[in-house]
């Protein structure tokens, strides 16, 4: 992965994460954190990596796909991009799984203090 590509997800993911805090008119989106940004090497495809503080997945999903759109002509302003890859929405589960493991850690030093 070239230098300009990484230096286009970090772009990418810092002005996502202002228009979804600041200029999004759907202000449940507001809640939603861009944790990562992954471009193809063709520039066909952005993947976005998102988490939110509460509520129910699903719902977060059909808002971000229902923004997509918006998000994107907007991205492809910021950036100033001739060309804007497809917009891919996952949530990131890397802080379940932390937190999960913490838990499995703290019951295992429950156990071992018992």
């Known amino acids: 992965m ?5 230096r286009l997800e970090s772009n990418a993911l810092r002005e996502l994460s ?14 939603v954190t861009v944790t990562e940004v992954r471009i193809t ?11 939110y503080y509460q509520g129910d997945e699903k719902e ?3 808002e971000l796909e229902a923004s997509k759109g918006y998000l994107r002509s ?7 991009a001739r060309k ?4 891919i929405f996952k ?5 379940d799984n932390g937190n999960r493991i913490l838990e499995l850690l703290q019951s295992i030093n429950n156990n071992d203090n018992n």
């Open 2 to 6: 070239g230098l300009s590509l990484k």
């Open 18 to 31: 202002i228009i979804l805090s600041r200029d999004t008119k759907n202000k449940h989106l507001s809640h």
């Open 41 to 51: 090497n063709d520039l066909s495809y952005m993947t976005i990596y998102y988490t």
């Open 60 to 62: 977060y999903q059909q």
């Open 74 to 80: 907007e991205l492809c302003k910021k950036l100033k």
């Open 84 to 87: 804007m890859p497809e917009l």
């Open 91 to 95: 949530r990131d589960t890397s802080l």
